[in-house]
């Protein structure tokens, strides 16, 4: 059975990100993955070290949110409408950023964590999202609600918690790539 056309775009989306880590850190050596561009700015390592700890975070979040949906038997095949203010939060999270935000510090990625060990576990993170979006499959996306990674009291539709979850990705990536193409970026 083919997927509902949002998590058609979803999985291309999640597998875009997959391409585009892979090509962001071809040829890095570790010294190039834990550079900083400034002292207080992330490297790739922290940047797709980040990614892994929110991914995981609230990977459980929307299983549980998936289960939640099976079991109150919210199904749907779509279109699915997203709010106002989910359509607002998903332009916050996409890049460039239109503004810097501090990371809470659950969030907070490892002081100098090993490139050569996060990507394969962020790039596995991928694969276990697309592997998700089968399971939510058949699943009303903007009824089915998840909380939000961000914000404890806000929840969103399943489809906008795959879509954040994508498009803060990409904005961390922005930020790989903003990190990879300074001028005294170590090429190592």
Same mark, same amino acid.
């Given at each position: 059975?083919?997927?509902?056309?949002?998590?058609?775009?979803?999985?291309?989306?999640?597998?875009?990100?997959?391409?585009?880590?892979?090509?962001?850190?071809?040829?890095?050596?570790?010294? =190039?993955?834990?550079?900083?561009?400034?002292?207080?700015?992330?490297?790739?390592?922290?940047?797709?070290?980040?990614?892994?700890?929110?991914?995981?975070?609230?990977?459980?979040?929307?299983?549980?949110?998936? =289960?939640?949906?099976?079991?109150?038997?919210?199904?749907?095949?779509?279109?699915?409408?997203?709010?106002?203010?989910?359509?607002?939060?998903?332009?916050?999270?996409?890049?460039?950023?239109?503004?810097?935000?501090?990371?809470?510090?659950?969030?907070?990625?490892?002081?100098?964590?090993?490139?050569?060990?996060?990507?394969?576990?962020?790039?596995?993170?991928?694969?276990?999202?697309? =592997?998700?979006?089968?399971?939510?499959?058949?699943?009303?996306?903007?009824?089915?609600?998840?909380?939000?990674?961000?914000?404890?009291?806000?929840?969103?539709?399943?489809?906008?918690?795959?879509?954040?979850?994508?498009?803060?990705?990409?904005?961390?990536?922005?930020?790989?790539?903003?990190?990879?193409?300074?001028?005294?970026?170590?090429?190592?």
């Amino acid at each position: 059975m083919a997927l509902c056309r949002e998590l058609e775009d979803l999985d291309r989306q999640f597998e875009a990100i997959t391409a585009d880590t892979t090509d962001l850190t071809h040829g890095l050596a570790e010294g =190039a993955f834990n550079w900083r561009p400034e002292p207080d700015r992330w490297s790739i390592a922290e940047c797709l070290s980040h990614l892994d700890v929110v991914g995981r975070r609230y990977m459980r979040k929307i299983d549980a949110g998936i =289960a939640s949906a099976r079991a109150k038997g919210l199904t749907g095949r779509g279109p699915f409408r997203v709010g106002l203010l989910e359509r607002w939060y998903l332009r916050m999270v996409e890049p460039p950023p239109p503004f810097r935000v501090k990371a809470p510090l659950v969030y907070v990625p490892a002081a100098d964590p090993s490139g050569t060990a996060v990507l394969p576990s962020f790039l596995a993170l991928q694969d276990e999202f697309r =592997a998700q979006l089968r399971e939510a499959d058949g699943l009303d996306l903007a009824r089915a609600r998840v909380p939000s990674p961000a914000y404890k009291k806000m929840t969103v539709g399943l489809g906008t918690a795959f879509a954040a979850m994508a498009a803060h990705e990409r904005r961390h990536l922005w930020q790989a790539r903003q990190v990879r193409g300074s001028r005294s970026f170590p090429e190592i």
